[in-house]
């Protein structure tokens, strides 16, 4: 209580918005040296940032992971239902599975930014759980799955909505935390991919122990639940009710977040604030002395600074503010071209497609890698899928806790990716003859894959402190998801029960990958060397975006003027001229 009252003393100090000030208060804190009363304001910053990240972190971030752990299982369950003869049921070959596995990953790849901007665009907290309701339905429906077409459609609208849910969602998430906060938040919640990849295998158990597979020559029919149409009914209902709770769990901001009193909202939005706000230019006036230094703190960030705009006004007028940093709506024709325009978006998006491949691929396969192991049993296939997945989600997370504590994104990304490759070629010169090796370098394997992906995402997210591209960056970045359509060409029916074909092709893909992850770090450190070199006003440093000013002498030659097409570009050129901040490696 007496602490209680303690915070509850001061907290006009720091939160005027958050109650009136008091004249007690006042006398109070004139008796008390300035030094005093900075100590008071610091503990209680501290006890109101743990309280608010706590609830955030045991509310809202426990139920967007279960979101995505059901997302992750609707994408993945074809590949368990698969190993009770779900095709061979309804009359189908295994090259059809492949087939709707592909067209799955096609309309998932391309419509993620699609799916990012109506996102951004209508907010997640509504967004999300009415794509949710409407492909749990879907999922539900495989049980009257009795053609190839039908499989396919369901497959295809699955994917139509799934598209967008993850870049969306993280955007979300990045609304509510600070930057090195944020790695290990992402890692709790990517790794609900991992762990639906060992909640699939001991659901599909369970299952598959209760309900055999039963007379191979029976129709599927109404009167005899075949394994896996037990399995696509609970998971379908099962992602409805999640849905359902989704719409009212879910605040579009943390102003309006219902777990959180009117301090700590005005607090979870200040500290958001503060570690994306944009900073002063450098200056002589930056050398005044400690005082002002003391106005405007620093925080800890990804990068030397965030992304700010020059003073200069000789460019043109001011570009509008950027939107709240913790809403999550608000889009614009601005921050879509910055983000389709800037070339490290892109070059993350190729060198992430190589890496999400082993990722991508055993999501849904590993079942059939491992049905060499126990051929006769189903249930016990999909139990061995279990400790693999386990692996890739601790040592996910050991590594994401590793990146935010040295403030490193491209270090660990690499020495995941070393993982897998060791993982990869192990699995693929090991002969099926021997089980027991074979399934540990699987587990070395995935103990890897699961770490480029988020990273990338949380450079991404540190990197671009705008919302609304940050938004669309995420889902272009889901276009590494293509990855999902090459695995499913990749690891044919014929390849089997070795895959060793795939694993080679695959190990191949991300030794590419290393290299570029490797190259990316080198392009940081020249484009921050410019940036210092700008900042002085060294002609060396003035290096634009070749593709800005293209765009910008395009425009003023052509003479077009007042479209909000054209006033979207100049506020791109602007934007690139004006960026001084540093990047995070």
Not at 562 to 571: K, M, N, Q, S
Request: net charge neutral.
């Amino acid at each position: 209580m007496e602490e209680e009252h303690e915070l509850s003393s001061i907290s006009t100090a720091v939160h005027p918005a958050a109650s009136a000030p008091s004249t007690d208060v006042d006398a109070h804190a004139n008796n008390m040296s300035e030094d005093q009363l900075s100590a008071r304001l610091t503990r209680h910053e501290a006890l109101l940032d743990r309280r608010t990240v706590r609830k955030l972190d045991l509310i809202l971030l426990p139920f967007l992971a279960l979101l995505f752990l059901f997302n992750s299982l609707d994408r993945a369950n074809i590949g368990n239902a698969e190993t009770a003869n779900f095709t061979a049921d309804i009359g189908l070959n295994k090259h059809d599975l492949n087939t709707a596995v592909a067209v799955f990953f096609a309309f998932f790849v391309a419509l993620q930014p699609v799916g990012a901007a109506f996102g951004r665009k209508h907010g997640m907290a509504r967004w999300v759980p009415g794509c949710m309701t409407v492909w749990g339905l879907c999922t539900a429906l495989h049980i009257w799955v009795r053609a190839r077409w039908q499989l396919i459609l369901l497959r295809a609208i699955i994917g139509m909505l799934e598209a967008g849910f993850y870049p969306v969602t993280v955007s979300y998430l990045s609304l509510f935390y600070t930057r090195y906060e944020f790695g290990r938040r992402l890692a709790l919640f990517y790794g609900q991919y991992a762990v639906a990849g060992a909640l699939g295998g001991v659901l599909s158990f369970a299952v598959f122990s209760r309900f055999p597979k039963g007379d191979a020559d029976r129709p599927v029919d109404g009167t005899h639940w075949r394994p896996w149409q037990v399995l696509f009914l609970i998971e379908g209902c099962a992602t409805i009710l999640l849905a359902l709770i989704g719409f009212l769990w879910l605040p579009h901001r943390v102003e309006t977040a219902w777990f959180l009193n009117r301090e700590e909202q005005e607090w979870a939005k200040a500290r958001v604030s503060r570690d994306r706000q944009e900073p002063r230019r450098p200056s002589k006036a930056d050398d005044a002395g400690p005082e002002e230094e003391d106005a405007h703190p620093s925080t800890s960030e990804e990068v030397e600074g965030l992304m700010g705009h020059s003073s200069s006004s000789s460019r043109g007028p001011r570009p509008a503010p950027l939107p709240s940093y913790t809403a999550d709506t608000g889009l614009s024709t601005t921050d879509i071209l910055s983000a389709f325009l800037d070339w490290k978006i892109l070059y993350l998006l190729a060198v992430n497609i190589l890496s999400a491949l082993p990722t991508t691929a055993f999501a849904i396969f590993l079942p059939l890698v491992l049905q060499p192991l126990a051929p006769s049993s189903p249930a016990l296939t999909n139990l061995l899928t279990v400790p693999p997945f386990l692996c890739g989600a601790a040592v996910l997370y050991a590594f994401t806790h590793w990146s935010d504590k040295t403030h490193q994104r491209i270090v660990p990304i690499l020495a995941g990716l070393g993982l897998t490759i060791i993982g990869l070629l192990s699995t693929a010169l090991l002969p099926t003859t021997v089980p027991a090796l074979r399934y540990f370098a699987l587990c070395i394997l995935l103990s890897g894959m699961f770490i480029a992906s988020p990273l990338t995402v949380v450079w991404l997210t540190n990197n671009i402190p705008n919302p609304g591209k940050r938004a669309i960056a995420l889902g272009i970045n889901g276009w590494g998801n293509l990855a999902g359509v090459f695995s499913a060409l990749l690891f044919a029916p014929k390849y089997s029960p070795g895959y060793t074909t795939p694993l080679a092709v695959t190990c191949l893909c991300v030794a590419a990958a290393w290299m570029g992850y490797a190259a990316f770090g080198v392009l940081l450190v020249r484009e921050n060397r410019r940036r210092r070199q700008r900042a002085v006003g060294s002609r060396q440093g003035r290096h634009y975006s070749k593709i800005m000013l293209k765009l910008r002498d395009w425009i003023r030659e052509s003479g077009a003027t007042g479209t909000r097409f054209v006033e979207a570009v100049e506020e791109v050129v602007r934007r690139d001229e004006d960026e001084q901040f540093l990047y995070g490696l």
